[in-house]
């Protein structure tokens, strides 16, 4: 599985950003959906964090400022960034766990199997 994330940029405190993730070279008959997917930011000497994720076969989850949804027919999956902060900087990467059985995405960085490239995201004035 290949991840490739866009999106990022730069943005004013209170702005939005929607981010997404490109899945492409899937292993045997699964798709997108087998998957579950967690988007991840690292500021500068700091370790990787959990923004987000979404379990297999779930299409959409929203908590707080952020909404991390499916659109499978594209095999890509959006965060999209609200009210954003300084705090948000860093770079954001996507991540993906293929999980049919449990279906239950989760924060720890070493879930996940496959991750992207990241992309860079600045929030300030």
């Known amino acids: 599985l290949q991840l490739v994330e866009s999106g990022g940029g730069l943005v004013q405190p209170g702005g939005s950003l929607r981010l997404s993730c490109v899945a492409s070279?899937?292993?045997?008959?699964?798709?997108?959906?087998?998957?579950?997917i967690g988007w991840f930011r690292q500021a500068p000497g700091r370790a990787r964090e959990l923004v987000s994720c979404i379990s297999a076969y779930q299409a959409q989850y929203r908590e707080g400022r952020f909404t991390i949804y499916r659109d499978n027919a594209k095999n890509t999956v959006n965060l999209q960034m609200n009210t954003l902060k300084p705090e948000d900087t860093g770079v954001y990467y996507c991540?993906?766990?293929?999980?049919?059985?449990?279906?239950?995405?989760?924060?720890?960085?070493?879930?996940?199997?496959?991750w992207g490239q990241g992309t860079q995201v600045t929030v300030s004035s």
């Open positions: 991540a993906a766990v293929l999980d049919p059985a449990t279906a239950q995405c989760g924060p720890r960085t070493d879930l996940y199997d496959y």
């Open positions: 070279e899937f292993t045997l008959e699964f798709t997108l959906d087998d998957y579950d």
